[in-house]
């Protein structure tokens, strides 16, 4: 099973449809009380000079967050990219559960079959990428032979 960053990380950058897809057969509670109700704000996303060097602001990104609470008092939190307060209602509620006994059915049901997909997605825009590389090597002139 993967760790709470992991888990977080899976349901930020699964699109709010492919989350509510997962979610159709699961029972998911309704008594749950809103910590925090979605806002909506944004964030500066920061960039390094070659990836290793000097960092700067590539430039704002909308973000929506939200924070919910279970009967039991387990506390979820989510932020997610874009304006869908559905898709961070939804993405907090499964934080929630996933820290819960729950967890392993909430895991095989939502968190496995997304990152699946997410793995398979970016393998394929990888093999895209792939196929534009060019190797450039030097030659070394036979002048002065």
Same mark, same amino acid.
């Given at each position: 099973?993967?760790?709470?960053?992991?888990?977080?990380?899976?349901?930020?950058?699964?699109?709010?449809?492919?989350?509510?897809?997962?979610?159709?057969?699961?029972?998911?509670?309704?008594?749950?009380?809103? @910590?925090?109700?979605?806002? =909506? $704000?944004?964030?500066? #996303?920061? /960039? &390094?000079?070659?990836?290793?060097?000097?960092?700067?602001? *590539?430039?704002?990104?909308?973000?929506?967050?939200?924070?919910?609470? @279970?009967?039991?008092?387990? =506390? $979820?939190?989510?932020? #997610?990219? /874009? &304006?869908?307060?559905?898709?961070?209602?939804?993405?907090? *509620?499964?934080?929630?559960?996933?820290?819960?006994?729950?967890?392993?059915?909430?895991?095989?049901?939502?968190?496995?079959?997304?990152?699946?997909?997410?793995?398979?997605?970016?393998?394929?825009?990888?093999?895209?990428?792939?196929?534009?590389?060019?190797?450039?090597?030097?030659?070394?002139?036979?002048?002065?032979?």
């Amino acid at each position: 099973m993967l760790n709470r960053r992991e888990w977080m990380s899976v349901l930020a950058k699964s699109s709010a449809a492919t989350v509510e897809a997962a979610c159709a057969d699961l029972a998911l509670p309704e008594n749950v009380s809103e @910590l925090r109700t979605p806002e =909506i $704000g944004s964030v500066m #996303v920061r /960039g &390094r000079v070659g990836a290793t060097g000097d960092p700067f602001n *590539l430039g704002e990104m909308t973000v929506t967050r939200c924070a919910v609470r @279970l009967e039991d008092g387990t =506390i $979820g939190y989510s932020y #997610v990219q /874009g &304006r869908d307060v559905s898709h961070a209602k939804k993405a907090a *509620l499964l934080d929630a559960l996933l820290q819960t006994d729950r967890a392993d059915e909430v895991n095989a049901a939502v968190i496995e079959p997304l990152r699946s997909l997410m793995e398979h997605r970016n393998r394929s825009v990888k093999a895209r990428a792939d196929k534009t590389k060019v190797d450039f090597f030097t030659m070394v002139r036979g002048e002065g032979s």
